[in-house]
């Protein structure tokens, strides 16, 4: 699989497949519009995981504010799952752009309803591609997320974590708007 930061044209077009339509619903799309504007200050980074025809088998998009990457998205195009190709594709990213990089990610909680198997099958497939889960959890336009991290450093307190989130959120999206829609609080990680 080839590795390329993709173009906003590029990435236009996956945000507006079917399988990005299907693989992220409504409340966790950020508008294109958002997008458009974070990459033109050059605040996010698009990246696909290609085919030896040219053909986008997985992609990722982060935003990026305050020292860190917030993993917006992550996909592995329907036809391809399961097949182990979306954990190749992170660690390509993990071990080439974004090798010294800070990257934080949002796994929704399990909460006891009828989403927890997949949404512990999620935080463990980030366990085991090497993001460690934290204490920190995150309120988000109405969808509750545990954070994970990776390439944290060592010595980060969960508080200080929470507040460089916020600091990301709030660049992002702004401060009137994180206001409103955004809480980042610590609770101790479940065993």
Request: aromatic share 14%.
């Amino acid at each position: 699989m080839e590795l390329r930061q993709m173009t906003p044209e590029q990435a236009y077009e996956v945000y507006h497949t079917q399988a990005f339509l299907q693989a992220f619903p409504w409340a966790e799309r950020r508008p294109w519009r958002s997008i458009w504007a974070l990459l033109q200050k050059n605040a996010y980074e698009c990246y696909g995981g290609y085919d030896a025809q040219g053909a986008l088998l997985c992609c990722a998009f982060f935003a990026k504010a305050q020292g860190a990457y917030l993993m917006d998205y992550l996909m592995t195009m329907p036809e391809h799952r399961d097949n182990g190709l979306g954990g190749r594709f992170l660690s390509q990213l993990l071990d080439g752009p974004f090798a010294e990089r800070l990257i934080l990610g949002e796994a929704e909680a399990p909460d006891g309803g009828p989403e927890d198997e997949l949404r512990r099958r999620r935080l463990g497939f980030y366990r085991r591609n090497r993001f460690e889960q934290t204490d920190v959890m995150s309120w988000v336009y109405g969808v509750d997320y545990r954070i994970i991290a990776w390439n944290l450093p060592p010595a980060t307190k969960a508080e200080a974590l929470a507040d460089q989130l916020m600091s990301v959120y709030e660049a992002i999206l702004g401060p009137e708007r994180c206001g409103q829609w955004v809480r980042v609080w610590q609770q101790e990680t479940p065993e």
